[in-house]
């Protein structure tokens, strides 16, 4: 399926806070198998200096996906759900995501190219607090299917 390229640099507005709380992290990091003490146990995640527990690398996809969903959703960028397939994620850390965090997300398309009847989509999903200090920059990439027509 063609996806216009001239939407890319297309920015959407931050998203509500989401609160990071033990619970939560603990929950992802059973369901991914991460095993780490820091994830489960507050006395070691502080043990190794974090003021709270500390998210697996890959947690912010829990937060961001609300904020991609907004570029998947608009309508002028026609992405048909249906037919896309999970190309690519890739995470920037300047700190960890820990327990306490309250975190907003700021999405823009940052790529869209189309190659043999395939668009391919690009995200970059700045994650921040709500006091703006940045946390980690989370860039996915779909590809929606092109018809066999």
């Not at 033990?22 to 502080?46: Q, V, Y």
């Not at 309508?75 to 920037?92: K, T």
Request: glycine share 8%; aromatic share 6%.
């Amino acid at each position: 399926m063609s996806l216009d390229p001239s939407h890319t640099g297309r920015s959407y507005p931050p998203t509500a806070p989401y609160q990071v709380g033990r619970e939560k992290i603990r929950e992802f990091a059973t369901a991914i198998g991460a095993s780490d003490p820091a994830h489960h146990d507050l006395d070691a995640a502080r043990a190794l200096g974090h003021r709270d527990l500390v998210a697996p690398p890959t947690f912010p996809v829990v937060v961001a996906a609300a904020a991609g969903q907004r570029i998947f959703d608009d309508p002028e960028i026609g992405v048909d759900y249906s037919r896309v397939v999970h190309g690519d994620q890739r995470f920037a850390y300047t700190r960890p995501v820990v327990a306490g965090d309250e975190l907003v997300c700021a999405s823009a398309i940052e790529e869209i190219t189309n190659r043999a009847g395939h668009g391919f989509l690009t995200t970059r999903t700045e994650v921040t607090t709500t006091a703006g200090e940045p946390v980690v920059t989370v860039w996915s990439k779909i590809v929606v299917r092109g018809t066999e027509d």
